[in-house]
């Protein structure tokens, strides 16, 4: 029991034994006085109890001093000479569980002094008559209290030295977590530094036109820098120190995340995939967006990682709760699979299909873990239902709260004109691909209850368009390729023909068909039945517009010159003006000599680190009269860190290697005069 339970447990004994012992004074005859003093003991007893207001270490001293007044009450009389042995043992008993040894040796000098004062003879009256027999009882009784004193104070002992070392356990442990985040922050730091040069270095030669080598190295550096990522958040879900950052964002930046994700991956088996948003998901939610995105990225890296053939269907949901929205995110693969044992071993740590040095799947084993300790983290749970050889659905559920309840697609008034699918339903080597398809058009019909119907042919395109008066037909790029007569002269009348292809297929020159570039999702769909022909370019375009921030001046100070490189290069695209620093005191300096708007600022500096240079520009600001805005920007990107700079008094958080999205957010945030794509200044 905890402390709190054990006075709760005394405080129950002792309104006990007070009870008793009133039963006891009235049967017996005792002084008639002490039954109402033991009633205002007792209430005083429940008081301090319940208040909490005194000191523990007092009010365990008024628990005692309760209990052992009563004891030597009903031990002094006469009557109750031979029972004294037996109160002590259950007094004893009862308050070691405080963990005192000072009461255990109380109640044995109480004990063997109210044996005194019978032997002795000093309450008056009859003496005891000390016979073999009555000796040989007191000398059992004697005996029994100290064995009993003596294991109580020996069990105390031992759980005093038994919480001792687990609190010097928690110390080590608070000292190795400790140890480990600056383990963390430290390799966090080394890592990205390099990886941030690598990316950074490979899109300049990329923007020169390198080519397909510089592309390469490219890649391989996104890709290290994720496992690096990986390493670090499966020892936080290990150790429980994920820190969650609330942010609003767009339901469908998720799926647009998503579907870019899928088209830069390696997919080699040419999977396709199938994204199914409800409509009816709230267009604006608040959660840790970024664990979210990175939920999504290891659930279809898996998928694609272990499903050869077939496709991944992805679907995104809501249901409406008390705090907000339950957030639902299905992967459906037509993988290998996983059996029971499997699925058990997931939640428990390291997981994966291949643990051979030569498998070809790649990775480091990492995802489903991480997918479940920020899951759990953010409130939420993770199914998985799977057959070894039959592919796999994970369903992970997260609780988030709403800032813009309205659906995240709408289709325009009025629209009620039929649609029909053409599918052929042959086409599909593997079947579950069909019913991903079709349960993404029965739940797009459902969500804007509009009626689909589906046309296996050509003739059944005709003779349905004909009968229901249909508006648009939607078909793959195989339907489309075998009668591309038919349908390029069907895109010329009122009809729209939309052809669902891979991204760098052509149509003819001056064909009417929309074309909607793989994988298929709902807001293409949603935007052709809108728009019609006009459509134009049917992808989710809502972050292509770049903001420019030109004339604003910045310093950047990091001790790495290749870093600095990169960082100029990517800031000057913003139209920026630029200039840099390898250190704290070189920043201090040029900051007391030039005007700035804001300043990037590294963390992990020799002589000065960031936090430091920092607060000594903010002093030299507050002497000099001038208002400077500084953005910490590092490799130090532990759970937590964009917190822990914040409260330092930093103005943002920008993490290495350098994500743009992130670079502008954090910009227009810090620059509220910065326009987005027409250029401006903070003011």
């Known amino acids: 029991m905890n402390q709190r339970n054990n006075e709760k447990f005394i405080v129950l004994v002792d309104s006990l ?245 899928f088209r830069l991956s390696d997919n080699t088996g040419d999977l396709e995939m199938v994204v199914d948003l409800s409509p009816d998901t709230p267009t604006v939610m608040t959660g840790d967006v970024k664990k979210i995105h990175k939920i999504f990225r290891h659930l279809l890296e898996n998928a694609v990682k272990f499903t050869k053939n077939g496709g991944i269907y992805v679907r995104l949901y809501t249901e409406p709760t008390d705090y907000g929205v339950n957030l639902s995110i299905e992967m459906t693969d037509t993988g290998i699979g996983m059996d029971a044992n499997d699925i058990l071993s997931v939640s428990a740590g390291l997981y994966q299909a291949n643990k051979k040095r030569n498998r070809s799947s790649g990775g480091i084993g990492l995802g489903l873990f991480i997918v479940y300790g920020f899951t759990h983290r953010m409130g939420g749970f993770v199914k998985i239902e799977s057959e070894k050889g039959n592919g796999t659905t994970v369903r992970v559920t997260i609780p988030q709260k ?150 604003v001046k910045a310093l950047v100070v990091d001790d790495e010159p290749m870093n600095l490189v990169v960082a100029t290069s990517l800031f000057r695209n913003y139209e920026m003006t630029v200039e840099t620093a390898e250190s704290g005191k070189e920043a201090i300096k040029k900051f007391r000599d030039n005007d700035y708007d804001l300043i990037f600022m590294d963390h992990m500096m020799p002589e000065m680190d960031g936090v430091e240079a920092m607060k000594r520009i903010r002093d030299a600001a507050s002497d000099l009269g001038k208002n400077i805005i500084i953005v910490a920007f590092t490799a130090n990107a532990v759970s937590g860190a964009r917190e822990m700079f914040i409260k330092e008094g930093f103005d943002g958080f920008i993490a290495k290697p350098i994500n743009t999205s992130d670079f502008e957010r954090v910009m227009m945030r810090v620059l509220p005069g910065a326009a987005s794509g027409k250029g401006g200044k903070a003011e």
């Not at 039929?418 to 019909?445: E, G, I, S, T």
């Not at 949603?526 to 809502?542: F, P, Q, S, T, W």
Request: proline share 4%; with cysteine.
């Open 17 to 261: 034994a007070a009870v008793v012992l009133i039963i006891e004074v009235i049967l017996m005859g005792w002084e008639f006085w002490v039954p109402p003093v033991v009633i205002a003991g007792m209430i005083a007893l429940w008081a301090v109890g319940l208040s909490e207001k005194m000191d523990q270490d007092v009010r365990m001293l008024f628990y005692f001093s309760y209990g052992a007044l009563m004891l030597f009450y009903h031990g002094v009389h006469k009557t109750s000479m031979f029972d004294i042995a037996l109160t002590a043992v259950l007094v004893m008993a009862t308050y070691s569980i405080l963990n005192r040894v000072y009461m255990m040796n109380a109640i044995l000098f109480e004990y063997f002094f109210l044996l005194v004062i019978h032997v002795c003879n000093f309450t008056g009256g009859t003496p005891i008559e000390l016979t073999r027999e009555t000796i040989a009882r007191l000398l059992l009784h004697v005996a029994i209290v100290t064995f009993v004193y003596y294991i109580s104070v020996r069990t105390i002992n031992e759980r005093i030295d038994d919480e001792e070392e687990k609190k010097v356990r928690e110390e080590r442990i608070e000292e190795n977590d400790a140890s480990t985040e600056d383990f963390l922050s430290n390799i966090s730091h080394e890592l990205r530094t390099p990886v941030n040069v690598v990316n950074g270095m490979s899109d300049l030669l990329l923007k020169r036109g390198a080519g397909y080598e510089a592309d390469s190295v490219k890649k391989a550096g996104v890709r290290l820098a994720y496992q690096i990522e990986d390493i670090q958040d499966y020892t936080e879900c290990k150790s429980g120190s994920v820190f969650l950052e609330e942010d609003e964002y767009m339901s469908t930046s998720l799926i647009n995340d998503v579907v870019t994700y």
């Open 402 to 551: 709403v800032v813009d309840k309205k659906p995240c697609m709408t289709l325009r008034d009025g629209f009620d004109s039929p649609v029909l699918f053409h599918v052929r339903p042959d086409k599909y080597k593997v079947p579950k691909l069909r019913d991903f398809y079709r349960n993404m058009v029965a739940n797009l019909a459902t969500g804007f209850h509009v009626p689909v119907y589906p046309a296996e042919t050509v003739y059944e395109v005709e003779r349905l368009k004909e009968k229901l008066g249909a508006s648009h037909v939607f078909m793959g790029q195989e339907e489309y390729e075998e009668n591309r007569g038919y349908f390029e002269e069907l895109a010329k009348e009122d009809i729209v023909v939309a052809v669902s292809a891979d991204a760098e297929y052509e149509l003819p020159a001056n064909s009417r068909v929309v074309l909607m570039p793989k994988p298929l999702y709902a807001y293409p769909v949603i935007k052709i039945l809108n728009e019609g022909k006009d459509a134009g370019d049917v992808e989710e375009n809502e972050h292509t517009e770049r903001p420019i921030f030109k004339g």
